[in-house]
């Protein structure tokens, strides 16, 4: 049998992990920018249609 795939007691911490990554902090920085650069080329949009 294979050892690779989730461990039985650890499995859901690697899930939460791959999710928000290692550095979830930075993710908390990194969301109001990208939603301003969103909305930055998502307003043209708007005129264009």
């Known amino acids: 049998m294979s050892t690779r795939g989730r461990a039985a007691d650890g499995g859901g911490a690697r899930v939460i992990t791959r999710v928000i990554g290692k550095q979830p902090i930075g993710t908390a920085f990194v969301t109001p920018y ?4 969103a909305a930055v080329f998502a307003y043209p949009l708007g005129f264009a249609v």
């Open 34 to 37: 990208v939603v301003f650069l």
